[in-house]
């Protein structure tokens, strides 16, 4: 089914009626929401739990495992923008200024090709 | 600063934007995104370390605090859109579907105030 | 039941053994291990979804909950240990060693009592 | 260094006495110890971020960061056998009941050689 490109704002608002709804208010305090998106992360790494990264694309193949990893991933962004919702934060504005931040700190210039990890002690 | 209110495509095309300047798509692969998401959920998680439901509350409206939250979420958020836009999905789709798939799961005549957990034996 | 209070190696053992009779060593590489005991601890969290700290020492004191939590923390341990195996890391020294490193970083008379938190910024 | 190869028991021991000498008690909720081991497997997840599985097996080969995994696992199971001592867990006991209750699960005969995954719709 094929859907509007709704705005963060929109989507928020689906899930707060959701929640109104079903008046689960008092459960989603910041500290259990950002417990749900970590459990719910963890659904989404067994998804590639036992698999190399060539079977994961083979598996990206399988409209079953695609719909898998769509809904897991709904989940974790679910519980997210719920938790900025409750927390008062803008997630358009919190990305835009985070990629900003990160421009900064990796200038395309010094970073091109090389991985960004911190922990690297081998280059 | 103020931001217009982004849909998840336009946001998923500055990420890839970002990206594509660093030229970091050998290391985009969904495992690679998926580990990363949840790398980052672990620092979101350090925010609520030691601090009950109320330290929370009252540490929300310390600016710094909020700004620590903010960043975290930003970061799973931009991994998780990344592996959307890697693995072919719709985010906002997804969001939806996993809305009405809740909906029917918890109707909320018989979910009005009740936790959703699976593992509740005490009720 | 009642077991012998085994050492960690003896421990480590039994994993081995049980990997060996399956013949799943090409699947036990040390990131695949890594993966799965997130994927174990994310299964542990979900134990205490939705639930308030009060709810959790009730929960306690039932034992099909208890058992639940028994079972989740065997399985993150499992991994941990195999990992420690796989990566040629003795788990005994490294937890004494990191018991050691925490004291001189929490000396005990100026942390008695507070939160071992790094991100307050409250105190 | 080296240590003898304690059991699980005397490691709790040790973190109990860690714990006891700063009055930190009331900090080690079961919540909060979950909670913990999740953020210190994240740390755990980054020293595997953008490596590929060789680029991990070379790192091995790095003392830094074998004492960096040494340490980060540490950290997760310091806070998980921390919980089975607040929860009143024998942790040797339940992993040998995991691994009884997994050997039945998978039988050799049947799993010798298959990933032990529940998401796998391709076999």
Redesign the interface.
């Known amino acids: ?9 929109e ?1 928020i608002g ?2 707060k009626a ?1 929640v109104d ?4 208010h ?2 989603h ?4 929401l ?20 060539e079977d ?5 193949a ?1 409209n ?3 719909e ?4 897991e ?6 519980y ?2 719920r ?2 919702d409750v ?13 900003k ?3 900064l700190k ?1 200038p ?1 210039k010094e ?3 090389r ?8 280059r």
């Open positions: 089914m094929s859907y509007p490109d709704y705005s963060l704002r989507l689906f899930i959701f709804e079903r008046n689960w008092r459960f305090t910041p500290s259990a950002a417990l749900s998106a970590a459990i719910e992360l963890g659904e989404l790494l067994e998804l590639f739990q036992w698999r190399s990264e994961v694309v083979d598996a990206l399988d079953k495992f695609k898998s990893l769509s809904q991933i709904a989940d974790v962004l679910i997210l923008l938790l900025t927390a008062g934060i803008d997630p358009s504005a919190a990305i835009i200024e985070k990629l931040k990160n421009a990796y395309s970073w091109r090709g991985a960004p990890n911190k922990t690297r002690t081998d």
